[in-house]
């Protein structure tokens, strides 16, 4: 039964309202995300209205108890749908979080080249990093969970395109666990996932420079040798914090979910990161922005100290170095164009 005495859902029923103030999606991206969820065994508007108050709690960082209240429906009935909700996004997620098909691999390649002004990362298909996601602590091992930001989180590693796309996702270790640790523990270091032969991703100084099993470049240590380092910094900076740039929007859509610690079960965390990077994809897909007033700077994330004692590559042998690469290829590109602030 449509309870249009809902305000919520009045502004859903009528297509001339804008959906973004309540649901920080636009009926657009909305629909689409309708498309992709759609269970033949589902009622219509039963699974409408369970998306509905999926993204409204999204939107709003609201309580169970609180979204019941506004959609005049038993608490019961929301966790139900939220939950229910949380594992279609997680049925459906290499619908919308993938990697690159190989004939898309060059044009992702171009729009890094764009972000570093400079063809020497033509072959970059790929930025990584790690955020912090804000999490009321187990009861057991709280100090695990405790960062060095000064509050709990749990980490999730990302992989985005030149166009701040989630292409990978990994999440759940707690905040003590470092960059580099979580990397190699993650499907897409341990599988070789991404990327293909010649061409790299790009990481901070966080992450490990190497050729295998993945490719990874990442900036020269803040001791330059000479302006040319900086240069490649540089270059390698403009390109790589497209990936912070995703973060950045992610939270400023669903700002009130993420500026504060999550309250829900710690096996639900996992679920809510994953639900926002898809739901980030499917606004960016439907060509989705912010209103200009919504609009936040997000502060960039400070640079993870390094973790005592952790060699700078595996020390089963299984990775090798990438410097090499990052020597040689690129910079002697750089160097050859006295230009080098153009593409």
Not at 60 to 78: E, N, W
Not at 80 to 107: G, N
Request: charged share 25%; with cysteine.
């Amino acid at each position: 039964m449509r309870n249009i005495h809902v305000r919520v859902l009045r502004v859903y029923l009528d297509p001339e309202c804008s959906m973004k103030p309540e649901f920080r999606l636009s009926r657009q991206a909305f629909t689409s995300l309708l498309r992709i969820l759609h269970q033949e065994r589902d009622h219509g508007w039963g699974q409408n209205l369970e998306i509905l108050m999926f993204t409204y709690w999204l939107a709003h960082g609201l309580s169970y108890k609180v979204t019941a209240d506004t959609f005049d429906i038993p608490k019961t009935t929301v966790l139900r749908a939220i939950h229910k909700t949380a594992k279609a996004i997680r049925e459906a997620r290499s619908r919308v979080i993938h990697f690159p098909p190989p004939h898309s691999l060059e044009e992702v390649g171009q729009g890094f080249a764009r972000l570093a002004r400079h063809q020497a990362f033509n072959k970059a298909v790929g930025a990584i990093d790690g955020c912090h996601i804000r999490i009321k602590p187990p009861k057991n091992n709280r100090k695990c969970y405790y960062n060095y930001k000064g509050f709990h989180s749990i980490q999730l590693q990302a992989i985005c395109d030149s166009e701040a796309r989630f292409l990978d996702i990994f999440v759940g270790y707690p905040s003590s666990a470092y960059d580099t640790r979580i990397l190699r523990n993650s499907p897409v270091y341990v599988q070789s996932l991404h990327p293909p032969p010649v061409f790299f991703i790009l990481g901070d100084a966080g992450y490990p420079c190497m050729d295998h099993p993945i490719t990874m470049i990442v900036p020269f240590k803040k001791s330059f040798d000479g302006p040319m380092q900086e240069r490649f910094n540089k270059m390698h900076g403009r390109a790589r914090c497209v990936v912070e740039h995703a973060f950045g929007q992610m939270k400023t859509h669903w700002g009130a979910t993420f500026l504060k610690a999550l309250e829900v079960q710690p096996a639900l965390v996992s679920e809510v990161a994953l639900a926002c990077r898809f739901l980030h994809n499917i606004y960016l897909d439907n060509r989705d922005v912010l209103d200009e007033e919504d609009e936040e700077e997000q502060p960039e994330d400070e640079e993870e100290p390094d973790e005592p004692g952790l060699p700078p590559l595996d020390p089963g042998g299984r990775e090798s170095s990438g410097n090499q690469i990052r020597d040689l290829t690129p910079l002697h590109t750089v160097l050859a164009d006295h230009d080098y602030a153009d593409i």
